[in-house]
């Protein structure tokens, strides 16, 4: 994912006072301070301790967020921001009004510090690293259907918003803002996983190597089939013949030179790489068409 440099231009330009104007208690957070925010003693009516939610509005508006609702017909928009835990902060918006038949982004945050403990020997064992990790993030049209063209997919109650590639933009401009090292990432579905890849990276180089080899041995099929054939246990073990389990672990996108020095390493790459040659996948078709015939995907 690159992110486009007109969003980067945007971001140096958006000065701390912008992103927190109207606070309550007219508390300027100054760029330096960013290094020593701690969400759970100061700014605690601040996203991360850094946005107002006007200050949320305004970014939404200058990277286009808003232009892409609207053009879906989404223009009544009601923002609720949760900062009353100290370390887990949530922003909800909502069409016309406050209610989960309207709810279109639920967003959860908090930092994370990231350990590294890899298997193999690294000057990087032993070293931690603050982040933004995303506990939930639901982007949906409650007033959508699916279609053949947006089939369903594990864990959707409704079809998404269309914006998920520009939602983790931000956030990675958010991390890059708040001075963390990465974001982080913990997929409860293949299909996440799958879709940022291109990006995300496993802290663990069995699972990283785990989801490339599904994705190599399986490429034949579209992306709903081969997640719900993991979800139904469709997807089986080519050497014991047992489902696939879905491993949910954290994915990272490496923002500090050492994290992108790591996972662009020879050890992580040959880890990763050892390990997929021992992974071997395959779907069983007939098991697959027998549940989509009783109608699972509608009972999901």
Known sequence: MNIPKKYWHIARRLTSVQLQKQVDNGDIISETD????????????????????EGIKLAFEKYDVLKKLKEKGFTNLVYELNTSDP??????IFHRKKSSQNMLVELVLKKYNVNIDMPFDT????????????????????YAVFTDERPQLPGQDHPGLGVASKAVELLII?????NLCGLINTPDHYHNASLYSKIFYYLNPDYQAQLLALMRDLKKYSLDTIAW???WGAVVDSNSRKPVKWQVGKQIVPLHQDLKD??????YKNTVEKKMKKYKFELDVKKFEKIKERGALHEA
Do not use: D
């Open 34 to 53: 960013l290094f020593n925010i701690n969400i759970g003693k100061r700014g605690h009516n601040l996203f991360l301790g850094f946005y107002s939610l």
């Open 262 to 267: 790591l996972f662009n390493s020879k050890e």
């Open 123 to 142: 000057k990087f064992n032993g070293r931690s690293y603050e982040t933004i990790a995303i506990e939930w993030m639901c982007l949906q049209n409650p």
């Open 229 to 231: 054939a993991i979800e």
């Open 87 to 92: 370390y887990v902060h949530k922003l909800i």
């Open 174 to 178: 958010m991390a890059w803002r708040l």
